[in-house]
């Protein structure tokens, strides 16, 4: 019995050294289409194992891991809020690990490397001209509110001119993918440069994390634009119940999904909703503008997308809109995509299943132009003249065509910018991380003078 237990003692002290060996800031890189993007797991054992990842060019939050597991000398890590996972085995120097990165249909390797704060600072080392400096000339407040219709907490904040007096006010609604409150991005952090700029010029704003992103509860993961627009009722709703908010002057300011949303919501008439600014949010049929943005994307790398193509691109889109079970619509697909020989690799189906998430089968399916034509409430539009994501020319004409016309709406192209309002050279996605703007001075200007002249 003693022998056993000595066996037991000495075991359990060797997992604990390969645990320990975990222990720190661990970084590596993705490699996706036109752009690297770092990821940091911060892994701790205390009583018991804890951890953060963060995706630094994306986001300055730290996501807590939901599930972090450690068998000798491998481990894995989930963040089941936005779908991620990591599996990977200790490298024998102990200071990499080899694994695989998955988040939804996208698995690719990854190494991480053992690091440190100081080495992670200088490797992303990202100068931004617009920053928001302390102590502000407003007050700020930490908030939380519910969507009663899906049961979730979202978590924001609100910053509001200091006075008695009650004030126009904006929710802001971010693009897609997983956001915190600030629209984090390659070091750019737009939603806050835009409401420090609009609450200093007299205007209240909420801006708040995507479901299941940061503070606010619910599933990214499994949500659709549906959900999303009825967080942004919430929003409303709640901004509209402060004492400071002139609860006729209540608007959104929506980019890229969130812009759509704003549209959606505004042919829908929903009541708390008094005027929309929508920035880079696409007016055309969503199979349509992601078909231009193929081509646009295509364009910026010296590139062009060939008849064959276009055609299987349009198909594929036809089957993700129908009725198809997963199952059957993933075997449509495939055999679709037998038109491209380099298609039939493991790496490009998985590739293809991203077709089928939930939110893109429902988001392809969006046709904005019905409600837009609905819309009485005033709206201003702006679009970026580089932007590749949503092609200004198409997007503005049909809102031009299709806006009841108002003598309060305005649309407005920036020739030199792209899709976050960046003054560009080319609109590459890739260059968004290596432009020192983070919202051009102009586009600001124009949104807090367009909300002033509303009564």
């Given at each position: 019995?003693?022998?056993?237990?000595?066996?037991?003692?000495?075991?359990?002290?060797c997992f604990s050294v390969l645990a320990q060996n975990?222990?720190?800031?661990?970084?590596?890189?993705?490699?996706?289409?036109?752009?690297?993007?770092?990821?940091?797991?911060?892994?701790?054992?205390?009583?018991?194992?804890?951890?953060?990842?963060?995706?630094?060019?994306?986001?300055?939050?730290?996501?807590?891991?939901?599930?972090?597991?450690?068998?000798?000398?491998?481990?894995?890590?989930?963040?089941?809020?936005?779908?991620?996972?990591?599996?990977?085995?200790?490298?024998?120097?102990?200071?990499?690990?080899?694994?695989?990165?998955?988040?939804?249909?996208?698995?690719?390797?990854?190494?991480?490397?053992?690091?440190?704060?100081?080495?992670?600072?200088?490797?992303?080392?990202?100068?931004?001209?617009?920053?928001?400096?302390?102590?502000?000339?407003?007050?700020?407040?930490?908030?939380?509110?519910?969507?009663?219709?899906?049961?979730?907490?979202?978590?924001?904040?609100?910053?509001?001119?200091?006075?008695?007096?009650?004030?126009?006010?904006?929710?802001?609604?971010?693009?897609?993918?997983?956001?915190?409150?600030?629209?984090?991005?390659?070091?750019?952090?737009?939603?806050?440069?835009?409401?420090?700029?609009?609450?200093?010029?007299?205007?209240?704003?909420?801006?708040?994390?995507?479901?299941?992103?940061?503070?606010?509860?619910?599933?990214?993961?499994?949500?659709?634009?549906?959900?999303?627009?009825?967080d942004a009722i919430a929003a409303l709703n709640y901004?509209?119940?402060?004492?400071?908010?002139?609860?006729?002057?209540?608007?959104?300011?929506?980019?890229?999904?969130?812009?759509?949303?704003?549209?959606?919501?505004?042919?829908?008439?929903?009541?708390?909703?008094?005027?929309?600014?929508?920035?880079?949010?696409?007016?055309?049929?969503?199979?349509?503008?992601?078909?231009?943005?193929?081509?646009?994307?295509?364009?910026?790398?010296?590139?062009?997308?060939?008849?064959?193509?276009?055609?299987?691109?349009?198909?594929?889109?036809?089957?993700?809109?129908?009725?198809?079970?997963?199952?059957?619509?993933?075997?449509?697909?495939?055999?679709?995509?037998?038109?491209?020989?380099?298609?039939?690799?493991?790496?490009?189906?998985?590739?293809?299943?991203?077709?089928?998430?939930?939110?893109?089968?429902?988001?392809?399916?969006?046709?904005?132009?019905?409600?837009?034509?609905?819309?009485?409430?005033?709206?201003?539009?702006?679009?970026?003249?580089?932007?590749?994501?949503?092609?200004?020319?198409?997007?503005?004409?049909?809102?031009?065509?299709?806006?009841?016309?108002?003598?309060?709406?305005?649309?407005?192209?920036?020739?030199?910018?792209?899709?976050?309002?960046?003054?560009?050279?080319?609109?590459?996605?890739?260059?968004?991380?290596?432009?020192?703007?983070?919202?051009?001075?102009?586009?600001?200007?124009?949104?807090?003078?367009?909300?002033?002249?509303?009564?």
């Amino acid at each position: 019995m003693k022998k056993y237990f000595l066996i037991i003692a000495i075991l359990s002290s060797c997992f604990s050294v390969l645990a320990q060996n975990f222990e720190g800031i661990w970084r590596g890189t993705l490699n996706v289409p036109g752009l690297e993007l770092p990821i940091v797991f911060e892994l701790k054992l205390l009583d018991q194992w804890t951890g953060t990842m963060q995706s630094p060019k994306q986001s300055t939050a730290k996501i807590p891991l939901s599930s972090f597991r450690v068998q000798e000398d491998s481990v894995y890590l989930e963040v089941k809020s936005i779908g991620l996972s990591y599996q990977g085995k200790l490298a024998s120097d102990k200071k990499q690990i080899n694994g695989t990165i998955k988040q939804g249909a996208l698995e690719a390797p990854m190494r991480l490397e053992i690091s440190n704060s100081a080495d992670l600072k200088n490797s992303i080392g990202f100068k931004r001209s617009q920053q928001v400096k302390t102590p502000y000339s407003y007050d700020t407040l930490a908030v939380s509110f519910r969507n009663e219709n899906d049961q979730i907490d979202l978590a924001g904040t609100i910053t509001y001119p200091r006075g008695k007096d009650k004030y126009p006010a904006v929710v802001l609604v971010s693009g897609s993918g997983p956001q915190d409150r600030n629209e984090s991005l390659m070091g750019h952090e737009p939603f806050k440069i835009l409401a420090d700029f609009l609450t200093r010029n007299g205007i209240a704003v909420l801006r708040y994390d995507d479901r299941g992103v940061a503070e606010s509860k619910g599933d990214f993961k499994t949500a659709t634009s549906a959900d999303f627009s009825k967080d942004a009722i919430a929003a409303l709703n709640y901004l509209k119940t402060k004492p400071f908010v002139n609860p006729k002057r209540i608007g959104i300011i929506g980019h890229s999904e969130g812009g759509l949303i704003a549209f959606l919501l505004a042919g829908q008439k929903v009541p708390a909703l008094k005027f929309m600014v929508s920035l880079a949010g696409p007016t055309i049929p969503m199979d349509s503008l992601l078909l231009l943005q193929s081509q646009a994307i295509m364009k910026s790398m010296g590139k062009s997308m060939t008849n064959t193509e276009i055609a299987v691109q349009r198909e594929n889109y036809r089957i993700v809109m129908s009725d198809l079970p997963a199952s059957q619509a993933m075997d449509s697909l495939m055999k679709n995509m037998q038109a491209l020989p380099e298609s039939q690799n493991p790496e490009f189906a998985r590739g293809i299943a991203t077709l089928l998430t939930p939110w893109y089968r429902y988001f392809l399916k969006i046709d904005p132009i019905p409600q837009i034509k609905k819309i009485n409430i005033p709206v201003f539009a702006a679009f970026g003249g580089k932007d590749i994501q949503v092609p200004a020319l198409a997007n503005a004409e049909s809102l031009t065509d299709n806006l009841p016309k108002g003598k309060l709406n305005a649309i407005k192209v920036y020739p030199e910018l792209n899709h976050l309002f960046q003054k560009a050279k080319t609109g590459a996605v890739a260059e968004y991380s290596e432009i020192e703007e983070t919202l051009n001075e102009e586009l600001l200007n124009d949104i807090v003078m367009w909300i002033k002249s509303l009564k």
